[in-house]
């Protein structure tokens, strides 16, 4: 109630966290951690900032240009680094499940990924491709 007196909600978070409005979305994600017995899990929390969405339409439109769905090279990505052994993504119900599977393993042509760092939309040094 004396948030809302005060302005509402938009002027506080304006006060206290005047970054707010740039948070698009935010996931959350529950990764396997092979390497230390001690920590099996890391939790990690994603923000996609509202000013990435420019970005994210050029990853989309040279994902459309190499026949590859974003969401399939969005899932390869990570596999391809020799730290990653597993990814987890969410899932509600069994559809939706299998669809992540196969996103997972889909083919990611090599030229996607080197289109994307030619465009600097990732690192020149990023390792792509499959793991052995």
Do not use: Y
Request: aromatic share 6%; with cysteine.
């Amino acid at each position: 109630a004396a948030t809302a007196a005060a302005g509402g909600r938009e002027a506080f978070l304006a006060a206290h966290a005047p970054q707010w409005q740039q948070v698009g979305r935010v996931c959350f994600h529950l990764a396997e951690n092979k390497s230390d017995a001690t920590l099996p899990f890391a939790f990690l929390a994603t923000i996609v900032f509202a000013g990435l969405h420019g970005r994210v339409r050029r990853i989309e439109a040279i994902c459309a240009r190499h026949g590859t769905r974003l969401v399939d090279a969005a899932l390869r990505f990570p596999l391809c680094h020799p730290a990653v052994v597993s990814v987890i993504p969410g899932g509600q119900g069994a559809a939706e499940m299998a669809a992540n599977l196969a996103a997972a393993q889909a083919a990611v042509p090599p030229a996607l990924w080197a289109e994307l760092k030619a465009e600097g939309l990732m690192r020149a040094d990023a390792p792509v491709g499959a793991k052995p």
